[in-house]
DNA sequence: TTCGTTTGTATAGAACAATAGACAAATAAC
DNA sequence: GTTATTTGTCTATTGTTCTATACAAACGAA
């Protein structure tokens, strides 16, 4: 068998210039195009493609609109950022830690907050009645001054009341649970799940349309095993891969 | 905060009835359309979505070409497969196993297999000298007669001569294993990431194009923690999530 | 400067996607 | 049988995507 070529598919309602445009955002990831920091020529990807100059134009317009190519004319095109970041996820492990290494700054944005009654799927995920309160947080992460995940989470509003305010003023997750006295808390499960990202994560996330976002649906729970939160997040899938490690 | 509403973006690449299709099938996913077996009609839908009807026919037809809807002519359009495969990822759980409950008939199929020099990422993850001797196996795992995932595995050719024969004959990496005497093997670490489906998943997991695909990298150990498999699986996001436990 | 290389721009035609309106065919209820 | 509802088919028109060809502008090296 040989190795697989890179290829398009057409009239399959994906245009050409997106479908190159993934493929180019992802070789440059995996380190396979552009590892010495250029790009081949236009027209030498035009041919690998098997598609007009053009065509690929439009696919280099759009990494150069995100921000992951910079061309020049004369001189050539170029990859302007590479790294992807990888979340850990394990029992002990917050989103947010690990991350310290790999990225300059990070930060935490609260998008917005609201106390709401408890849809079936939040009431049985955090093991209280349907229609019980329960306070959401809409947050927005950033490394490096860029989105990298959206995410949505729900607390127990009687145990929890006035969550919102703590979390905006603090900023963490952890903080917020150590204000309730809670001192530590797990990661029960995770399901893991990719979808094509929609309108109103594609504003938050500043991404294109077509773009890919991994879903990450956990609960954590405190010390004594009771659920504590239950979050829904979604990290952009070009800039982000889950790492799970399940030593014993 | 309101409830998101689906929408779609024009111009972006992504055809109008693509991005239909793919909420459409989200949705039924999700249990937020078709909850009953039956979708809304096409004029309806086609409102929902601010679209011609004509367009909102094509997200169908994609559909229907996929298996997850069904068109009855006067009567309406009803829901063929719904529910989604949950993977367990854990240190104890081989991939194949935990689904026996959700699916009826499940099997594996050896598309391929090579002996090949090991590439620097297999090298690394194996814990083998850069261009060691290596055998690559090339799966396709099904679920009711419909594909799933797609895995590429690594083995040391050293310690497993003739392992793809061992497998065509078995049918399982865990008996191809113990042949080898080795009684039991663990996950030690998962990468999970997502992407777009190359032309080469779109035709073995019979997608169409713009498809994702979830993908998890992962290396096993034997009992005394040394590496004996490589495998990059790639699954249908659409029929699969992948489940991460992470008790104590 | 001169030349070859590379990205940027323009124009026109072909293929595909989306809209619009009208009508046919099958189904279910009356 | 009649009627309303729903999916299936047809034709025409408009806008977007892709191709083809040509040339301009910037860069680097001889």
Redesign the interface.
């Known amino acids: ?1 040989n190795e ?1 070529e ?4 057409r009239k ?4 050409l ?3 190159i ?3 180019i955002r ?1 070789a440059i990831g995996a380190g396979t195009l552009g590892a010495d920091g250029r790009l081949p020529t236009e027209i030498a990807l035009s041919e690998r493609f098997g598609v007009n100059r053009h065509t690929l134009r439009s696919a280099i317009a ?1 990494l150069v609109q995100e921000g992951v190519l910079r061309a020049e004319q004369g001189r050539g095109t170029f990859v302007e950022s590479r790294q ?1 970041l ?1 979340y850990p ?3 002990r492990t917050r989103f947010s830690t690990g991350l310290r290494e790999q990225t300059r700054e990070r930060r935490s944005i609260l998008l ?1 907050d ?1 106390l709401e009654p408890a849809s079936v799927r939040v009431a049985e995920a955090l093991g209280l009645a349907p229609e019980a309160p329960v306070i959401r947080l ?1 947050t927005l992460s950033e490394a490096d001054g860029r989105p990298v995940s959206r995410a949505t989470s729900w607390f127990n509003a009687e145990r929890f009341p006035g969550f919102a305010q703590v979390y905006a003023e603090t900023g963490s997750i952890t903080l917020g649970f150590q204000y309730f006295g809670i001192s530590d808390y ?11 990202a ?3 994560d ?1 504003a938050d996330l500043k991404l ?3 773009a ?3 879903v990450a649906r956990a609960i954590n729970v405190d010390p004594a095993g009771v659920p504590v939160q239950y979050a829904e997040t979604r990290f952009v ?1 070009d800039r ?9």
Do not use: Y
């Open positions: 068998m697989r890179p290829a398009v598919t399959s309602g994906v245009a210039w997106r479908q445009a993934d493929q992802q759009a992807k990888s996820i394990s029992a917005a609201a809409e797990f990661r029960k499960s995770t399901l893991v799940s990719a979808r094509h929609d309108t109103a594609l294109s349309a077509g890919i976002v991994l899938a982000v891969e889950l790492s799970v490690s399940t030593e014993a």
